[in-house]
């Protein structure tokens, strides 16, 4: 079982930059793949970035790559996701979620979600 708690999210500029965290809490959190998504209003929930168990492999979804990063630190059950030039587009509630899988892609592969963390871009 991992309980996840978000944090950071909130009101930024676009082009701005803001960092999402996520805290985990339960055993073996090195053991899961972990993955940031996003809803924004009247959308389906999409996958913005997953991370490995080691955090040696990472994958970025088209819209984001180059702007957006995601880190984990297994010592400190953390997982971050750093955005740089946002714009309007971004803004969504931001869930944090934890796969059994290794570097997981889609929705059902994740087992634990966070309450997730609202972005709202201004322009």
């Known amino acids: 079982q991992v309980h996840l708690v978000e944090s950071g999210g909130g009101l930024v500029q676009a082009g701005g930059s803001l960092r999402l965290s996520c805290a985990a809490s339960?055993?073996?959190?090195?053991?899961?793949?972990m993955g940031w998504f996003r809803q924004a209003p009247g959308k389906d929930r999409e996958i913005v970035a997953a991370?490995?168990?080691?955090?040696?492999?990472?994958w970025h979804a088209d819209s984001v790559k180059g702007r957006f990063f995601i880190s984990r630190d297994n010592a400190m059950n953390m997982v971050t996701l750093q955005m740089n030039s946002v714009n309007p587009e971004d803004a969504a509630v931001y869930y944090c979620?934890?796969?059994?899988?290794?570097?997981?892609?889609?929705?059902?592969?994740?087992?634990?979600w966070g309450q997730g963390t609202q972005v709202t871009v201004s322009s």
């Open positions: 339960g055993r073996a959190f090195s053991t899961y793949g």
């Open positions: 991370i490995s168990w080691t955090g040696d492999s990472t």
């Open positions: 979620a934890a796969s059994r899988g290794v570097l997981g892609l889609h929705i059902p592969e994740y087992d634990f």
